[in-house]
C-alpha cells in the first residue's frame, strides 16, 4: 500500500514540475504526506486579455456520512511549491489594472505526524503595479511580525512548525495594488490525527444464541473521517459482512442480525484514517453464549438507519445504511415514496447500503427502507435533499466611467438554497449610504466621484459554499482631445448635397460641444442641425455654407476645438458623344467624354464595356485612353472586333461628387460582298450563340431598305474561353468559406453543360480542393468545414467548362473564412428622449467579439405591449447611435440592440427604457402689443399656460421675414416679450410660437409691419397697420406720432 501512495505523490509533483517549465532545476525535493483539498481555480485563465476575475466554490464532498467535512478532489502536494516564483503570469499590458487572481489559497489537511515541517497557503495575483499581499484568520489580519513561524514569499504564507492549536482556521488571502484591493476565498486549514483507544478491558458480552447484538466501537478522537473494520480472534483474520453481519460506517457498531456458535470469540474494532493511513486497534470485546436456551424466533428491529434528513451535494456519491436484527434473519428492500429508485442506484453489502453515484436534484425525495421476515416487518422512512454551489449567471465586467454618471453592477449566482449577495469594496464590507444601494445584487451608486474609484467585489453565497465576482471601477477625469485625423479638414462638396462634419472629443466628463461659423455662433434650423454626436449636419448646401467652421468641445477640466474648411461647387455634368454608333467589323471610332466642373477641381476619368473596367494593357492594342484637355477624355477603339460591341461608360470622379453616362456601340459583319454573289461568310462568331442575318444593296446613289431577317441559327459549340469577373468572399456563417463571382453571360458559355469549378485551398498549402458547381446561374459556392477557424485566408480561383471540355481559371484571389454571427451583446445602450416624437437610442459594441457587425438592429416597443409586438429598425456600418421618430408622445418605450451581419444575429442587449416628451403646447401667444420705433419693433405677448398633459414653456421664438422671403430670422426669448430690428424697407411678417421640451408649439396669428425710419408707433394685434401716401394716411401717421407713454 505504502509504494502505490508514493507513485500518487510522484506523481503528482511531476505534473506541478511540468507547469512551470522546469524552473529551480537544481532544488532537492522532499515528499510530505499532505493532503490538498483542490478548489476549482481560475489559474488556467491568466492569459485572457478581459482578466477574468472570477473563483468557485469548492467541489462536492464524496460522502454524506461526515456533514462537517469540506472534502473535495485530493491531491498531493510537494514543499517545491514554496520557493517557487513563476514569471508565467505576468502580462505585458500596456495600461495599468487592479489586482486580479491567479492562484487563490485551496484547503489543506496537515497531518500532526508528518516529518515535513512547514505548510504553505498559497496566492497569486496579477496587476499593474504588482500586487502586495496580506492574509486574515479567521477574518482577522495576521500581524507576520508576531510569530517568527510565519513568513511571506511572494504572495504564499509560510506556516513552519504548524500547531493545531494556533493555526486551524479560515484563511483568506488579500491582494492590493494601487488601483485597490481584492480578496481571495476562504481556504480552511485542518489536521489530521487519529488517537488511541482507551486501554480500558472490554467487558464480555453474552447473548443467546439465536439472538441479535451490537458490539461497540467507541472510535477515539481523529480528523478528518475514518473507515472502520473488525478483527476476528487474532489479526488479520477480518469479519466478513453478509445478510446477518454488517459494519455501519457512520456509527463503526458491528451488529450481527442473528447469533450462531460460530460468532463466539473476540472482536477487535479497527479504524483508520483516510489522510494519514494510521491505524489502531482497539481493545478485545469478548463474544459468548448463554446456556439457558436458545432464542425463539421475533420480528425485525431496523438498529441501525440513515438519518431523518440527508443532505448531499449534487454529484456526489450518496450512502444510505439500513440494517436490522432478527430471527429469522431479516431480508432489506428499498424504496422511493412517490416515486421510483434511480436507474444508476447500487445496493451494497447484501442491501444494507443503497448508494447513489452522481447524484441530481430529481433524485431527491423520501426513502423508504424495510425489513422483513416470517415474523413479521418494519421499516424507516428518511428524506434525501440535494444542495448545490453558487454558480455565477451574470458576472461583473470592468468599468470605467465619467465623473458624475451613475454605476449599475448586477451579479446574478444560481444555487440551492438559493443565494444571497454581499458586497466588498478593496475587501472590506461595502455600507449603504445616501448615493449607494444595494438590492439582490444590484449595486446602484448615483453621481459617482472619485472617490468610488477601486475594487469591488460580489459575494454569492448559501449554507454551502460562497463565489466571489470582482470588477474595477475606475472614474474618469480628463480635458477634451480630439484624435489627429480630426484637427484639420477640408470637405468639397457639390450644392444641394449634405454636409456631414464630424466633432468628437474624447474627455471626461462628456464635453458640451459648441459650433461656430468664423466668429458667430452656429445657429440651427431647419436646415442646420447639430447631431446628438456633436456632428454638424448641414442640409441642401449652398454657396453661402462655404467657410471655416470651429467646433468646440469643454468640460470642467478644460476645452478643445477643430476646425473644418467647407467649400461648395457646382455639380459636374457630363457629356459623351457619339451616343449611338454603328461600325463595321474593322473600323474604328472615338468616344468623346467632355466634363463641365469647377475650375478649381481635378478630374479624372474611368471607362467601361458592359459594367466591367476597360484593360488598355490587355485588349490586344484594340482601345486607347487618349487625354488632351484637362476637362475631357477620348477612347480610340481601333480594328473593331463583334466582341466589342456594347454600352460604354465613361465615369467622372472629382474630389466632391461622380457622374458617369453611357453610349452604345454596335458592330456589323464587313461589306466585302460584290454585287454578282448570292453568299458570304461571316467569321469571328462567337461559340454556340443563335445569329440572325439581313442583306443590304449599296450603290454609288445611296443604300436601299434592308432584307427581311434570315432564320436564326446557332454557332457550332467550343470550349469556354471567359473566365468569371470580381471572384470575392461574402458573409456566411461560422466554418463557412463563402465564394462568389459574377456569372458568364449566356453568349460567352460556348456550349451546353456550361458549369463552374471552384478550387480553393487554405494559404500558403500546396493541393487544389475542387467542387462542381452544375448550375451556369450560379454565383456562388459555399464549402463548410467545422475544423476551419474564422478569417482564415483561402487562396480560391473559379474555373469554368461545358460539354467540349474545361476552360481556364480566373485569378486566384485571397478570401477568408465566415467570422459567423456576432457573439457579443451591446453594451452601455443608454435610450434619451429628445422630443415628443423622437428618442435618442445609443450603444457601444465589444470590438473583440467574434463576427464583425454590419449594423445593428434597434427593436422598441411601447411599455404595455408583449415582447413579440416590437417593430424594429436597422442601421448600417459603425454607428453607435440613432433617432427613432415618429414616436407618441409622452410615451414609455422599451429599447433592445444586437448586433448582425451576413450570418446572422447577435445576443440583445439588457432592456433600457425611455419616456417621449409631453407634446408642445397647443395654445398660441396672443394678445400681441407692439411698438415701433424707427428700425426696431419692441413686441410683447400674454403668456402661454400649457395643459396637464403638454410640455413646460421653456422660452419662446419670433419668427419675422421680409413680404415675398422665404427664410425667416429668428429671435430667441425666455420672456414674453422681444425687440425684433427692421433694417430694410420694406413689410415685415412676424409671428410667435412658444418652445418646450416637446418641441414648438402653435404660432401666433401673424402680424405685418412696415419698416420705417421715422417717429413712434404704437398698436396692438387688433389695429391693422398700412402705410400709404394718400393725404389720409398721412394725417393719421400725423397723430399717432404724438409721444405716447410705454405701455
Not at 322 to 348: D, E, H, Q, S
Amino acid at each position: 500500500m505504502a509504494s502505490s501512495w508514493k507513485l500518487i505523490l510522484f506523481l503528482s509533483v511531476t505534473g506541478c514540475l511540468s507547469e512551470y517549465s522546469g524552473t529551480l532545476p537544481s532544488l532537492s525535493t522532499s515528499y510530505a504526506t499532505l493532503l490538498r483539498i483542490k478548489k476549482s481555480s481560475s489559474s488556467s485563465l491568466y492569459g485572457s486579455k478581459t482578466r477574468p476575475r472570477y473563483s468557485s466554490p469548492p467541489l462536492g464532498t464524496l460522502s454524506v456520512s461526515s456533514p462537517n467535512w469540506r472534502g473535495a478532489a485530493q491531491h498531493y502536494y510537494s514543499p517545491i511549491n514554496l520557493y517557487h516564483s513563476s514569471d508565467a503570469f505576468k502580462q505585458d499590458e500596456s495600461v495599468d489594472y487592479g489586482p486580479v487572481f491567479v492562484q487563490e489559497p485551496d484547503d489543506i489537511i496537515f497531518p500532526t505526524d508528518s516529518d515535513e515541517k512547514k505548510l504553505a497557503l498559497n496566492c497569486e495575483a496579477r496587476g499593474s503595479p504588482v500586487p502586495n499581499y496580506r492574509w486574515l484568520r479567521n477574518g482577522t489580519e495576521i500581524d507576520l511580525e508576531s510569530d517568527y513561524r510565519y513568513s511571506l514569499i511572494d504572495g504564499a504564507f509560510i506556516i513552519s512548525n504548524p500547531s493545531e492549536a494556533k493555526d486551524s482556521g479560515h484563511y483568506q488571502c488579500l491582494a492590493a495594488n494601487t488601483f485597490g484591493s481584492i480578496l481571495s476565498r476562504e481556504a480552511v486549514l485542518q489536521f489530521a490525527y487519529l488517537g488511541n483507544f482507551s486501554g480500558r478491558t472490554r467487558s464480555a458480552v453474552s447473548v443467546r444464541e439465536g439472538q441479535g447484538v451490537v458490539l461497540m466501537c467507541s472510535p477515539p478522537p481523529h480528523s478528518p473521517e475514518i473507515v472502520y473494520s473488525w478483527v476476528f480472534n487474532e489479526f488479520p483474520s477480518f469479519v466478513a459482512e453478509d445478510s446477518r453481519r454488517f459494519i455501519s460506517q457512520e456509527t463503526g457498531n458491528l451488529y450481527i442480525s442473528k447469533v450462531q456458535t460460530s460468532d463466539v470469540g473476540s472482536y477487535i474494532c479497527l479504524v483508520k484514517n483516510t489522510v494519514t493511513n494510521a491505524r489502531v486497534l482497539s481493545p478485545p470485546t469478548p463474544l459468548t453464549l448463554r446456556n439457558d436456551g436458545v432464542m425463539g424466533e421475533y420480528e425485525p428491529k431496523i438498529e441501525v438507519h440513515f438519518p431523518f434528513t440527508v443532505v448531499a451535494a449534487k454529484g456526489t456519491t450518496v450512502k444510505m445504511e439500513c440494517f436490522a436484527l432478527g430471527n429469522p434473519v431479516p431480508t432489506i428492500t428499498w424504496m422511493k415514496v412517490n416515486g421510483y429508485i434511480p436507474g444508476k442506484a447500487r445496493l451494497r453489502k447484501s442491501q444494507a447500503i443503497l448508494e447513489i453515484p452522481n447524484v441530481q436534484l430529481d433524485d431527491a425525495g423520501i426513502y423508504e427502507c424495510r425489513a422483513e421476515n416470517s415474523r413479521g416487518k418494519t421499516s424507516f422512512r428518511g428524506q434525501l435533499q440535494v444542495y448545490t454551489y453558487p454558480h455565477w449567471v451574470a458576472k461583473l465586467n470592468d468599468t470605467q466611467l465619467d465623473s458624475g454618471s451613475p454605476l449599475r453592477w448586477e451579479c446574478k449566482a444560481t444555487g440551492k438554497p438559493r443565494p444571497t449577495y454581499r458586497w466588498l469594496k478593496n475587501g472590506v464590507p461595502l455600507l449603504l449610504q445616501s448615493r449607494v444601494e444595494m438590492v439582490n445584487g444590484v449595486l446602484m451608486i448615483h453621481n459617482v466621484n472619485q472617490s468610488d474609484a477601486g475594487m469591488y467585489q460580489c459575494l454569492a453565497e448559501n449554507k454551502y459554499g460562497a463565489i466571489y465576482g470582482s470588477a474595477e471601477l475606475k472614474i474618469l477625469a480628463s480635458a477634451p482631445t480630439f484624435t489627429l485625423n480630426q484637427l484639420k479638414k477640408t470637405i468639397i462638396i457639390t450644392k444641394d448635397q449634405e454636409i456631414i462634419i464630424e466633432c468628437k472629443p474624447q474627455g471626461s466628463p462628456k464635453p458640451t460641444i459648441t459650433w461656430k461659423k468664423g466668429d458667430k455662433a452656429v445657429r440651427e434650423n431647419k436646415r442646420i442641425a447639430i447631431l446628438p454626436d456633436g456632428s454638424l449636419r448641414i442640409l441642401n448646401a449652398s454657396k453661402s455654407d462655404e467657410g471655416e467652421y470651429v467646433c468646440q468641445g469643454e468640460n470642467v477640466f478644460g476645452s478643445a476645438e477643430i476646425i473644418a474648411s467647407v467649400s461648395v461647387k457646382e455639380p459636374t455634368r457630363i457629356e459623351l458623344t457619339p451616343k449611338r454608333t454603328e461600325l463595321t467589323v474593322g473600323e474604328s471610332v472615338v468616344l468623346n467624354c467632355k466634363a463641365i466642373h469647377d475650375a478649381s477641381l481635378d478630374v479624372t476619368f474611368y471607362w467601361t464595356l458592359k459594367g466591367q473596367p476597360i484593360d488598355f494593357e490587355k485588349e490586344g492594342g484594340h482601345f486607347e485612353s487618349i487625354r488632351v484637355q484637362a476637362s475631357s477624355a477620348d477612347l480610340m477603339i481601333r480594328n473593331i472586333l463583334l466582341m466589342h460591341a456594347g454600352r460604354y461608360g465613361c465615369r467622372v470622379q472629382t474630389t466632391a461628387d461622380s457622374v458617369s453616362d453611357e453610349a452604345e456601340l454596335l458592330v456589323r459583319v464587313p461589306e466585302i460582298i460584290t454585287g454578282d454573289m448570292e453568299s458570304a461568310m461571316a467569321v469571328d462568331l462567337n461559340p454556340w450563340v443563335e445569329y440572325e442575318f439581313r442583306v443590304v444593296a449599296t450603290n454609288p446613289i445611296g443604300t436601299g431598305d434592308p432584307s427581311t431577317p434570315s432564320r436564326m441559327i446557332r454557332t457550332n459549340e467550343a470550349v469556354p474561353k471567359t473566365t468569371p469577373t470580381n471572384v470575392r468572399g461574402r458573409s456566411g456563417r461560422r466554418h463557412e468559406l463563402v465564394i462568389a463571382w459574377e456569372p458568364v453571360s449566356e453568349e460567352f458559355q460556348n456550349g451546353e453543360g456550361f458549369g463552374y469549378i471552384v478550387a480553393f485551398r487554405p494559404n500558403g498549402t500546396r493541393g487544389w480542393k475542387e467542387k462542381m458547381v452544375t448550375s451556369s446561374e450560379a454565383s456562388k459556392f459555399i464549402y463548410r468545414d467545422e475544423s476551419v477557424p474564422p478569417l482564415t485566408p483561402f487562396e480560391v480561383k473559379v474555373g469554368v467548362y461545358n460539354n467540349k471540355g474545361d476552360g481556364p481559371f480566373s485569378q486566384i484571389v485571397v478570401i477568408c473564412s465566415a467570422e459567423g454571427e456576432p457573439t457579443a451583446a451591446p453594451t452601455d445602450v443608454k435610450a434619451t428622449s429628445v422630443s415628443v416624437s423622437e428618442i435618442l437610442v445609443a450603444w457601444k459594441h465589444i470590438k473583440e467579439s467574434l463576427g464583425r457587425p454590419q449594423g445593428f438592429e434597434i427593436g422598441y416597443r411601447k411599455d404595455m405591449e408583449q415582447e413579440d409586438a416590437a417593430e424594429t429598425i436597422k442601421t448600417r456600418g459603425n454607428e453607435s447611435s440613432v433617432i427613432l421618430t415618429g414616436l407618441e408622445g409622452n410615451t414609455l418605450y422599451h429599447f433592445t440592440v444586437r448586433a448582425y451581419n451576413g450570418a446572422g444575429y447577435g445576443p440583445p442587449s439588457s432592456e433600457v427604457s425611455a419616456t417621449t416628451k409631453k407634446s408642445p403646447p397647443s395654445q398660441a401667444p396672443n394678445n400681441l402689443r407692439w411698438e415701433q420705433q424707427g428700425s426696431q419693433l419692441s413686441l410683447d405677448w400674454e403668456p402661454v399656460r400649457p395643459l396637464a398633459n403638454e410640455s413646460e414653456v421653456m422660452g419662446y421664438k419670433v419668427f419675422y421675414r421680409q413680404e415675398g422671403h422665404s427664410n425667416s430670422q429668428i429671435i430667441e426669448t425666455q420672456k414674453p416679450q422681444a425687440v425684433v430690428p427692421l433694417p430694410d424697407a420694406g413689410v415685415y411678417i412676424i409671428e410667435v410660437r412658444a418652445c418646450s421640451e416637446g418641441g414648438d408649439g402653435t404660432a401666433s396669428s401673424q402680424i405685418r409691419v412696415s419698416s420705417y425710419s421715422g417717429g413712434k408707433i404704437t398698436s396692438a394685434q387688433s389695429t391693422l397697420h398700412t402705410l400709404s401716401t394718400s393725404s389720409s394716411s398721412v394725417t393719421l401717421l400725423l397723430a399717432l406720432m404724438i409721444p405716447s407713454t410705454s405701455w
